[in-house]
């Protein structure tokens, strides 16, 4: 775990280059993101860090939104590569002669791709767990967008990010914030633009920890736990 942490800054450039040729020609109106779990997060930090000229939907289920068109850039993304209901949008995506675009680390859905003729970023499998692998599946999916023509610039962005990271230096933070919750509940709280920021803290709390977290953000909170 501690080494998964510390190189977590490597992630960005691998998911950059796993991604440097997944490609689809065609004018695109709106994307869609297909994915539960710890592999719908790029979607959601994607809404965040960004502000597309386009509309995003994050498809956490079986099959496609009624949106989907030929239109949509379909992006399926599961780490493992065997999620069904990630699994399911690609199918429905065959089905509908839409050619959507595989983000994994192998299983089933890279070899749909395979199968198929139909690009795929296949990313490193060395972090335990997906929720461990969001800088590979963000930066992949960025790269895709930049390469379909529907974003530019972003990924030297976070290059740039990634040189200054330097997780080595919070480990006394880390240890000393574990040992204040201990026997607590957290509360995650942080303003609209970091909500899925938040999303992710709670979500390492539960899974990591293995304790009972919760988050909300302004202005939202202000309507109902502001009240409590």
Do not use: W
């Amino acid at each position: 775990m501690k080494q998964v942490i510390l190189n977590f800054p490597q992630q960005f450039a691998k998911g950059i280059e796993a991604a440097k040729h997944a490609k689809i020609e065609g004018v695109f109106d709106n994307l869609i993101v297909c994915g539960v779990g710890g592999s719908a997060l790029p979607g959601s930090l994607l809404l965040d860090m960004a502000d597309l000229p386009f509309p995003v939907f994050i498809h956490r289920n079986y099959g496609l939104p009624a949106i989907a068109n030929e239109k949509s850039l379909i992006i399926c993304i599961s780490f493992s590569g065997n999620t069904e209901e990630t699994l399911s949008a690609f199918q429905e995506a065959l089905i509908k002669n839409l050619k959507p675009i595989a983000i994994t680390t192998g299983g089933k859905l890279q070899e749909l791709a395979q199968q198929n003729n139909l690009p795929a970023a296949i990313v490193p499998n060395d972090c335990l767990q997906p929720r461990f692998g969001t800088g590979y599946l963000v930066c992949a999916l960025i790269k895709i967008l930049e390469n379909c023509g529907l974003a530019k610039g972003i990924s030297q962005e976070i290059l740039k990010t990634a040189n200054s990271l330097k997780p080595e230096n919070f480990e006394t933070k880390g240890t000393d914030l574990a040992k204040k919750l201990t026997d607590k509940i957290p509360v995650v709280y942080a303003s609209s633009q970091y909500k899925s920021v938040a999303k992710i803290r709670k979500i390492k709390i539960n899974e990591n920890s293995k304790i009972m977290a919760f988050r909300n953000y302004f202005p939202e909170l202000n309507h109902n736990d502001m009240v409590g």
